[in-house]
């Protein structure tokens, strides 16, 4: 995978869109591999939506606090540095 490390703050307004472009080169990636295998692409992002929908539900039943930003951990120990 190629994702690039988040470059924004989580309060910063630019991250959501900073993290769309930097999953979107794997998925349309992914997105060439299925249609090499036979999948269309409509039915391929389809897939994808579904695929997300139960992931949604299964983290919401179960979130993984280790998942947290980075960026997040750092902004804590440099506001509560010894």
């Known amino acids: 995978m190629t994702i690039e490390a988040a470059r924004y703050l989580v ?3 630019d991250r959501h869109l900073s993290c769309q472009e930097a999953v979107e080169r ?8 299925a249609n090499m295998r036979g999948w269309g692409t409509v ?6 939506d579904e695929v ?13 606090p280790a998942e947290e ?12 540095a010894t």
């Open 52 to 64: 997300m929908k139960h992931l949604r539900l299964a983290y919401a039943e179960d979130p993984d």
């Open 43 to 48: 039915e391929t992002m389809d897939a994808i």
């Open 69 to 80: 930003p980075i960026m997040d951990a750092r902004l804590f120990l440099h506001k509560h």
């Open 26 to 33: 794997d998925l349309l990636e992914l997105i060439d591999k």
């Open 11 to 13: 309060s910063h307004p």
